[in-house]
Each structure stands twice: as C-alpha cells, then as structure tokens.
C-alpha cells in the first residue's frame, strides 16, 4: 500500500513539475525578463498534498475502509499559505527584501485542512458502523453525536489531539521563508542574504520577471535551509509596485 501511495505522489509531482517546466520554458524563451523586481509579491504555498499524505498514512491503520490520495485531496483542496515578499530596489542590479509566512493564513490553512479531515473521517465511521451491523442514524450529525458521546469532543478536536500534524510546524515553515536583507540580480539568478544578527544565509535562486509575474526556482548550491526544496517553483504576483524615484 505504502509502495503504490509512493509512486502516486511521485506521479502527481512529476505533472506538476511539467506544467511548471512548461510556463519556465515560455517565460524563458518567448518573454523578456524584466530586471526591476522592485514591488509587493504574494504568493501561496499549497500544502494540499501534504496534509493529504499525512491523514492518508492515519487512517491506512483503520481496517476495513479504503480511500485513496485523490479521494482524499478531493476534500483537502486548496489548503494554501500566504506568503508576502517586499523587494526594494536601491542600485541597478541590488536592493532590499522582506519575506514573510503570513500566520494568520497558516492558522486558518491548517483549521481548514483538520476540518476537511474530518468530514473524511466521518463518512469512514459511518460506512465502518454500517458494516459493524449498526443499525442507527449514520449521518453526519448522528456521526458527529457518536464522536463528542465517545471522545467528549468534536471530530475537528479529536483529530487535532491524536493525528500527526498535517501541516508542517508554523516555525519551520518560518525559518525556511522570513526574513530581511540585501539582494543582488546578475542575468536570471536572485541571490539573497537573510540577516539574522549572527546568523547569516544565502539563499540563490533562479528568477524570471514578466510583468506581475515573478517565478522564483532554487538553485542546486543554494545554502539556504533546505527542508522544504520540492515547494519550488514558487510563483508570485505583484500586489503593489514600488516608487522608483531615486533608482539608479
């Protein structure tokens, strides 16, 4: 089972990666790339198919009961994180950022993702009840009922309190995209050097600007935190420009 859930993933992120592939060769070769990326960018992480990974693996110890990863990212869609990058150019080829997860939509991401799980796991009792020979009311507010009698809590609550977690921790996900410095731009590759007082990294990237669009993919030799590389490529979009005046 572990095997075939393994090359499901693996075919679902190969199509991704096509597509992205795809859109990378258009904007590469058919679209110039603007070198200002001065602005407000706003992107979303779609943790959709970890979350779907995570809960899958939890239930594959219920006897009895099948459901698939697509079954189950057909309840978990559109589980996204909001994350906000502000560029300021100071120079030609070099300016400043600030890069940040915004934890208001994290908080909601990951209530959204226990709550999708949870209409899963409801309609899995059920049939587990109806096969159990149980011959009550098996629908969701009945299920419902069951949970909070058995568990003394809801659904959404008692896979919160027994179920690893869904969405990787908000610190993590911090450490790998906040941040402030300097970057500099040399044909298409965005470096940035995240101050962190004694700490300092580097995260290099290839970069392609066309119009409010910024496509951010990492580099091999980036020396940036690495613990979430397959999020690449990340696509932004411009939300604010920047004044200029003052540009070199």
Known sequence: MRKILKNTLFI?????????AAYWAYLRFYASNDKNLSGEWAASIDMTEQAA??????????EAVSISIQDMESYMHDLTIDLHLTLR????????????????????????????????FQELLAERLRMAGYTGS????????LVMETFGMSTTSYLMSCVPDLLPPLEDLQAQYDGSGTYEISEDILTRQ????????????????KDSTLILMEETNSTALNYFTDRYPILYTMQQPQDQSGTN
């Not at 990974?53 to 594959?60: I, S």
């Not at 098996?138 to 009922?145: G, L, N, Q």
């Not at 995240?194 to 600007?209: A, I, N, S």
């Open 12 to 20: 679902i992120l190969f199509s991704v990666l096509i597509v992205f």
């Open 53 to 62: 990974v995570t809960a899958l693996g939890w239930l594959q110890d219920i």
């Open 89 to 120: 150019q100071t120079d030609r080829s070099a300016g400043t950022f600030d890069s940040s997860i915004l934890p208001e939509s994290y908080t909601a991401c990951n209530q959204a993702a226990y709550e999708a799980f949870a209409t899963v």
């Open 138 to 145: 098996t629908d969701e507010e009945a299920v419902e009922a």
């Open 194 to 209: 995240f101050d962190g007082g004694q700490l300092v990294r580097t995260k290099t990237e290839r970069y392609l600007r």
